[in-house]
Nanobody
Framework: QVQLVESGGGLVQAGGFLRLSCVAS????????MAWFRQGPVKEREFAAA????????YYADSVKGRFTISRNNAKNTVFLQMNSLKPEDTAVYYC????????????????????WGQGTQVTVSS
């Protein structure tokens, strides 16, 4: 069982920035595709960003492209989400997710690809 623990959320004004972190347990982190999803008030969970196991490929939702950057440190079992130029519509609970090689088919934006999820961290952007 893999545990994912997110941190770094908080309250920030529009135009500000936050950096989310997600630490994974276990020894196989470097083989996982990692992603960040988010769920705003009265909204369904939506894809934000994903990164390949090696870190060489990153993918973004159109709504965050150019403002958010996903990265990872495999030596520290950690994935990051740097969020700049935040907008009130970015307000959501942000979830870290891990896709193992066993199940991953390449559809990085689909929640069903991911085997493990963190508990989420709240991000609130005030106008």
């Amino acid at each position: 069982q893999v545990q994912l623990v997110e941190s770094g959320g908080g309250l920030v004004q529009a135009g500000g920035f936050l950096r989310l972190s997600c630490v994974a347990s276990g020894r196989a982190f470097s083989s996982y595709t990692m992603a960040w999803f988010r769920q705003g008030p009265v909204k369904e969970r939506e894809f934000a960003a994903a990164i390949s196991w090696s870190g060489t490929s990153a993918y973004y939702a159109d709504s965050v492209k150019g403002r958010f950057t996903i990265s990872r440190n495999n030596a520290k079992n950690t994935v990051f989400l740097q969020m700049n130029s935040l907008k009130p519509e970015d307000t959501a609970v942000y979830y870290c997710a891990a896709a193992t090689l066993r199940n991953y088919t390449g559809n990085y934006a689909w929640p069903g690809e991911y085997d493990y999820w963190g508990q989420g961290t709240q991000v609130t952007v005030s106008s």
